[in-house]
């Protein structure tokens, strides 16, 4: 007789899963994703049904790059009540090579230290776990030398 268990594996799940597409379970391998409009050549941040420049549905899903270029940021130093990360931090704003702006936590990189045209990297991490013990996975931006 087959002994069932009631502990699945946990795995990680994407806190944002229309943006950011994990491709492992532990939650360490992902990229965003992008729509693109065949009508207008626009492309947007996430998977959308339809082009949010244009309207038209002749979209498709799009892979985007993994690096780009700080072009804007600011420094929290009150953060939301919610917020459970270190406090100040930085978001940054990140222009990616298919020519849209992704933002999100740049971690890595000290305040004083931070500069417009700064090189990033995507990275991912564990924020929490949901009510089945899954990993929790948001994307973050890190300095592309460190
Ligand atoms: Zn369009």
Redesign the pocket.
């Known amino acids: 007789m087959t002994k069932l268990s009631n502990s699945a594996s946990n795995i990680a799940v994407s806190v944002i899963p229309h943006i950011l597409k994990l491709l492992d379970l532990n939650g360490r391998i992902g990229i965003l994703q992008g729509t693109n409009?065949?009508?207008?050549?626009?492309i947007s941040i996430g998977v959308n049904r339809y082009?949010p420049?244009?309207?038209?549905q002749?979209?498709s899903t799009q892979d985007l790059s993994k690096k780009g270029i700080l072009t804007n940021y600011t420094i929290v130093r009150r953060a939301a009540n919610l917020w459970n990360g270190p406090v100040p931090y930085i978001l940054g704003e990140v222009l990616l090579p298919e020519g849209i702006n992704v933002t999100a936590e740049l971690i890595n990189c000290s305040p004083t230290k931070v500069y417009e045209g700064m090189k990033v990297d995507l990275t991912l991490h564990k924020v929490a776990q949901d009510k089945n013990n899954n990993s929790m996975i948001v994307f973050k931006w890190i300095p592309s030398d460190s």
Request: hydrophobic share 15%; proline share 0%.
């Open positions: 409009c065949t009508d207008c050549n626009a082009c420049n244009c309207t038209s002749n979209v």
